[in-house]
């Protein structure tokens, strides 16, 4: 069992940034993956970002890619997403999402293949 703990999340300025943290609990952290979702009101949720159990490997939707920055600390057991010159259609409830790997130094971008999920944290980005 893994509980997931997202923080960071508020209000802030087009053009501006933000650094989403996910704390998890449990011991095994780096048996998991970990991925970033979001979801706007009247939209599915969507992946953002997705990490390796190791960091070694990222994967970032091409809507944020050279703009968001995932990574992980497994020592802390936390993940981070940080996420600069945000844009006004970021707005959303971010959620990050725990998968079980075991070995396996892969991720995914199916949220379906995710077994635990935070509560999420509202990010809203003003024009």
């Known amino acids: 069992q893994v509980q997931l703990v997202e923080s960071g999340g508020g209000l802030v300025q087009a053009g501006g940034s933000l650094r989403l943290s996910c704390a998890a609990s449990?011991?095994?952290?780096?048996?998991?993956?970990m991925g970033w979702f979001r979801q706007a009101p009247g939209k599915e949720r969507e992946v953002v970002a997705a990490i390796t159990r190791t960091g070694g490997s990222t994967y970032y939707a091409d809507s944020v890619k050279g703009r968001f920055t995932i990574s992980r600390d497994n020592a802390k057991t936390t993940v981070y997403l940080q996420m600069n010159s945000l844009k006004p259609e970021a707005t959303a409830v971010y959620y990050c999402?725990?998968?079980?790997?075991?070995?396996?130094?892969?991720?995914?971008?199916?949220?379906?293949?995710?077994?635990?999920w935070g509560q999420g944290t509202q990010v809203t980005v003003s024009s």
């Open positions: 999402a725990a998968r079980m790997v075991g070995s396996n130094n892969t991720y995914s971008t199916s949220k379906g293949s995710y077994n635990y």
């Open positions: 449990g011991r095994t952290f780096s048996s998991y993956a």
